[in-house]
């Protein structure tokens, strides 16, 4: 065996080894980039390689006819292979490039045997084979400079490198080969010789042009999921929602800006990323308050159990403890691929203002029922109370008819003045009934409220133990308010007696300290901040402040019940909280109370100041209500009798009584028990009577109505309305309608003849 045939065996061996390794490497890179084709057009190329080495290789055993044409063909087929490769891999239309490859390749083929069949001609064979493949060639480099992106990269430059190579050594291989008259095996073992290096270096540039594009897409995809990752953190910093992420070793990971906010940590460029995992120390409240233990935090549930937990309430104190920042919390584990427990995710949402509002919608349902149980009580005490003054002003002036009538030593006189007692007690008991459900008008004037606290301390020190202190603390340029003296005495009384009764005879002080707070300030209701804001005032507190037994919540929540006590039997009527809220929301302010069992009690009273003399109300005292009346003439009375006065009625017992009383006391008295029948009278005899006395609460026609009635028969007529029970309301619609006075009813004997006495008197003025 000659040299040149060993060399090219040996070559020849060597490509086959090449075209392997290649091929391999070709299919691997299309099974791992399965949306690129071109590494599989290139591995077929390879395999065509390798059968043309075969064919080659084969010679010496096949027909020339046929041996030749194989080779050939399966060698341009590779170039052909490779063309279409590379336009799949730029993305071009390759039903065109396959159109071409199969013309060409079958020209290629006719034109080959012909200058083997017909024309024997090694240089014509050389020049079919050349330049089959420097068309492909050419086609490739043409694609390389139409479609490489711009900037080339060194993959896209070192490419068209080979290529130009490629076609300047074929071109040139078929130039010495007829110049210094190669055989046939030395042109075929030069050509093996120099393409099996352009060979290698062909299969290394397309495998970096398939690197490359792994590369590109790997960075292509890191860039997209920095896009998805940053569009997610950009969402999840502006959720509402707070967002935290922690390790199994409970560091926080990552956080978003409503978590930061919740948390009141300084909000950073990048709120969800921390610099580092940090260990959060804080301490979460259920929803009664108190501190979570620590197996029933969120993130230990999930810890423990691996389960997520939702809908669960916590809060977290901020500001020193000063508020209570609540949150709808659920945590869930994030697992990793081989399920184990990667980070957990905690997220939360403020539900702060939706527990403020719960709160005070609580605090209203509970005004709500306390107002309900007043109105009720209130439509109760004006239903009995008619019947029931009328019952107890029928007791007081028959007693004290019946003291008069006995002789001074009687022994009667005892019993007459317990019945008086009795009767009195319950007269006192409605108006409390009247006082806690506001059907009491109020005689407001502008007064400083040091001066009420003054005299009723005052009240108070003589039915003081010796043991107890009692202490005024009277803060300066307190303003002044809008009130009822006599009412605000009744409520500090009342107040004062039930701190002396908390000290159950120990020594101790009770404080009534009087200060102001801002308009600004947190404790004052909506309504009063409102009005100190726009009268630039604050608003006055009042404390009544005892070191006492102090109350449990139990009671604490039922003190202004009406009729609850915790007294024994006979010592408390459980009306006097209740007569101090109706008074102090009467006069549009606040009551509050704050005690534990042994720390005493503190009873706070805010007020409103008053703004100008406009604010205060031209409501005047209840027996004491005048009303304008400017009559054309007083009748005197008759052949100097004395004046006659008409009392209307419904009720028998105090027709009775009334006659007997005034006649007793000089009058002439004239009692019916029926609205047509005063009418009557007084339209016969106008100007007769000096005084119309009528009750207001009458079946058919009202006071009222009787009132106006009477006064169109006989306008100079002194008309008077009595009632057990009078409000603003009343007293405004009976000034309207002409009354002089509206008297309370269920006034003493002596008081009531009082009255009567100075309506029947013209004024100083008539």
Same mark, same amino acid.
């Given at each position: ?24 490497? #070709? ?21 065509? %390689? ?8 084969? !010679? ?134 120099? #393409? ?28 997209? @999921?920095?896009? !998805? ?17 922690? %390790? ?111 709160? @005070? ?24 109370? %008619? ?29 007459? @003045? ?8 319950? !007269? ?26 003054? @005299? ?103 003190? #202004?019940?009406? #009729? ?25 302010? %606040? ?42 003439? !007083? ?132």
């Amino acid at each position: 065996m000659s040299f040149e045939l060993q060399t090219l065996q040996t070559l020849l061996a060597l490509w086959v080894g090449l075209d392997i390794v290649v091929a391999l490497a #070709f299919a691997t890179q299309y099974r791992r980039v399965t949306r690129n084709d071109a590494a599989g057009w290139w591995a077929l190329a390879c395999l065509a %390689h390798l059968l043309g080495l075969i064919a080659v290789a084969a !010679r010496p055993w096949m027909a020339a006819w046929i041996a030749l044409p194989l080779g050939n063909v399966l060698f341009t087929l590779t170039f052909a292979l490779l063309w279409i490769g590379l336009r799949a891999h730029t993305g071009l239309p390759l039903a065109r490039a396959l159109q071409v490859v199969g013309a060409l390749l079958a020209g290629s083929c006719a034109a080959y045997l012909f200058f083997l069949l017909v024309v024997d001609s090694v240089a014509g064979r050389q020049l079919v084979w050349v330049g089959s493949n420097v068309l492909l060639l050419g086609g490739m480099l043409r694609d390389v400079r139409r479609r490489a992106p711009r900037p080339l990269s060194m993959e896209w430059r070192s490419l068209r490198w080979v290529l130009m190579a490629q076609i300047a050594g074929m071109l040139a291989s078929v130039v010495l080969a007829q110049a210094l008259q190669w055989t046939l095996q030395q042109t075929v073992g030069a050509l093996l010789f120099f #393409f099996f290096f352009a060979y290698l270096f062909n299969a290394l540039v397309l495998n970096g042009l398939i690197t490359l594009r792994l590369r590109q897409e790997a960075e292509l995809a890191r860039a997209e @999921e920095r896009q !998805r990752e940053t569009d997610l953190r950009h969402l999840l910093d502006n959720l509402d929602a707070g967002v935290m992420v922690f %390790h199994p070793d409970h560091t926080l990971w990552r956080m978003n800006s409503a978590a930061r906010r919740w948390l009141g940590w300084e909000e950073s460029r990048d709120s969800s990323l921390l610099v580092e995992p940090v260990r959060v120390d804080w301490q979460m409240l259920g929803e009664d308050g108190e501190p979570l233990r620590r197996h029933d935090l969120p993130f230990e549930r999930v810890l423990v159990t691996g389960q997520p937990v939702r809908g669960a309430i916590v809060g977290m104190a901020t500001d020193g403890g000063a508020r209570v920042r609540w949150a709808l919390c659920s945590a869930y584990p994030e697992n990793d691929a081989h399920g184990g427990l990667r980070s957990v995710v905690l997220t939360f949402i403020d539900i702060t203002a939706m527990r403020t509002a719960q709160a @005070e919608q609580k605090a209203l349902e509970a005004r709500l029922a306390q107002s309900q149980k007043m109105q009720a009580l209130g439509t109760l005490a004006g239903g009995v109370a %008619h019947d029931f003054n009328n019952i107890l002003a029928a007791i007081l002036g028959n007693a004290d008819l019946a003291r008069e009538d006995l002789a001074a030593g009687a022994r009667a006189h005892e019993s007459l @003045e317990e019945i008086s007692t009795a009767a009195r007690r319950g !007269r006192e008991l409605v108006r409390q009934i009247l006082a806690f459900s506001r059907q009491q008008p109020l005689a407001r004037q502008r007064l400083q409220l040091a001066d009420v606290v003054a @005299e009723s301390c005052a009240l108070l020190r003589a039915a003081l133990p010796p043991q107890l202190q009692l202490v005024q603390s009277l803060g300066e340029k307190v303003p002044e308010i809008c009130a009822d003296p006599t009412q605000l005495q009744q409520v500090l009384v009342n107040l004062g007696t039930n701190a002396v009764h908390a000290m159950q005879g120990r020594g101790g002080c009770v404080t009534f300290a009087l200060d102001t707070l801002a308009s600004h300030d947190a404790s004052l209701p909506p309504e009063m901040a409102q009005v100190c804001a726009e009268t630039g005032l604050p608003a006055v507190r009042l404390r009544v402040i005892d070191e006492g037994c102090g109350m449990d919540d139990a009671v604490l929540h039922r003190v #202004f019940e009406p #009729f609850f006590t915790t007294k024994p039997v006979g010592q408390g009527t459980g009306l006097g909280l209740p007569v101090v809220l109706g008074i102090v929301e009467a006069h549009g302010g %606040h009551i509050g109370l704050c005690s534990r069992p042994g720390e005493g009690t503190t009873v706070t009273l805010l007020f409103p100041p008053a703004n100008t003399a406009a604010d205060t109300p031209a409501t005047k005292p209840v027996t004491m209500a005048r009303v304008e009346h400017n009559p054309a003439a !007083r009748p005197e009375a008759d052949d100097g009798h004395a004046p006659h006065v008409l009392y209307l009625d419904d009720d028998d017992t105090l027709v009775f009584l009334v006659r007997r009383l005034l006649e007793r006391r000089g009058y002439r008295v004239t009692a019916v028990g029926l609205q047509e029948e005063a009418l009557t009278l007084v339209r016969e005899r106008p100007g007769h009577y000096a005084l119309l006395l009528t009750d207001y609460n009458m079946p058919g026609m009202s006071g009222l109505d009787v009132a106006r009635a009477a006064l169109a028969a006989d306008p100079s007529l002194t008309v008077a309305v009595a009632s057990g029970y009078i409000t603003d309301e009343l007293q405004a619609e009976a000034q309207a309608a002409g009354v002089r006075e509206v008297v309370f009813k269920t006034d003493a004997v002596d008081q009531f003849c009082e009255i009567v006495a100075r309506l029947v008197t013209p004024p100083a003025d008539a």
